[in-house]
């Protein structure tokens, strides 16, 4: 939930679940000592059971938990200590004993299998390369001498067009995204074949809450859905319009009661980089350019991190 500076009354290397949820899927390896809210029951590893405790086994008891607790609670049977102390689950043996070799050997070569999805993903799209161009560094450097100017965005992009509702009941399942609001999955709420009408990738939609999201792909949206159409612009420069957008419809004027419709986006001011009193779209694609190699360069720097390590681990198990 957030971070204290008074001391931790639990210590690390265990694992924690919430009393008042439907089954382990609030269950999460704590590495770091930690203060634990009241509704945290904190598993502590007997060391008659385990030589040594790490996070790969808590990952394997974890999983094996949720598999176990999958289906089998609800609101009013819901997943305490005492039905936390019942729990049975399977783990791998050998000897009579939880493997542990075989469980570290294991998580490290899944580790690995996603490590080199993530490797080649980051090659795949030219994500390897974090390094600034003069250009890049140049527009990060000038940023606070910048100038700014306020924008309406139906003079920009035209009306936004609002999507139209379609019932869970009625969605056909295919591979078509479609939106409504929310946060999780991105506000993806299924994928569908229904004969809707499909936006375009390179846009912006913005819920009934006012949040705003960037769409590098087709999709069809509900009527809690506006679509703002930057699709002519450069992908970098949508990105940064899409945050423009979100700064300014994101303030807190919209919930249940009073919805966002895309009449609110045709109405919306936005505050944008500006050349010779125009919107500066170059700029601003470089300044997101710059910001995603800063970014990446620590996934990439944590990828070869991971890999080598795995391959120590790997290489170590196949020697045996």
């Known amino acids: 939930m957030g971070f204290s500076n008074l001391a931790p009354n639990n210590k690390g290397n265990t694992i924690t679940c919430s009393d008042t949820t439907l089954g382990a899927d609030t269950m999460f390896y704590q590495q770091n000592d930690f203060i634990g809210y009241s509704h945290i029951q904190n598993l502590v590893p007997r060391s008659n059971k385990f030589s040594s405790f790490n996070k790969s086994i808590a990952h394997i008891i974890i999983a094996a938990c949720r598999v176990s607790t999958s289906k089998q609670y609800d609101y009013g049977n819901k997943y305490n200590r005492d039905l936390m102390n019942k729990t049975v689950i399977q783990l791998p043996v050998k000897n009579g004993k939880i493997d542990i070799e075989f469980i570290d050997s294991f998580i490290a070569e899944l580790e690995a299998q996603r490590i080199a999805e993530l490797e080649a993903y980051l090659t795949i799209t030219e994500f390897k390369d974090y390094t600034l161009t003069e250009t890049e560094q140049k527009a990060l450097d000038g940023f606070d001498s910048i100038e700014w100017k306020t924008y309406n965005l139906e003079k920009l992009f035209g009306k936004a067009t609002r999507g139209k509702r379609l019932k869970s009941a009625d969605r056909i399942p295919g591979t078509l995204p479609f939106v409504t609001a929310g946060e999780a999955e991105e506000g993806v709420s299924a994928f569908i074949r229904n004969n809707v009408t499909i936006f375009s990738g390179n846009t912006t939609t913005i819920d009934m809450f006012g949040s705003a999201k960037y769409r590098n792909y087709k999709y069809g949206g509900d009527d809690h ?96």
């Open 225 to 320: 859905i506006a679509v703002v159409h930057t699709e002519k612009l450069p992908k970098t420069a949508s990105i940064f319009i899409t945050t423009a957008i979100h700064k300014s419809s994101h303030s807190g004027l919209f919930d249940y009661s009073r919805n966002f419709y895309a009449k609110d986006a045709d109405e919306l001011s936005i505050s944008l980089p500006t050349l010779d009193e125009k919107p500066d779209y170059e700029i601003m694609g470089t300044l997101i350019s710059a910001i995603q190699k800063l970014v990446i360069k620590d996934v990439v720097l944590y990828a070869d991190r991971k890999i080598s390590a795995t391959k120590k681990v790997v290489d170590k198990q196949q020697t045996r």
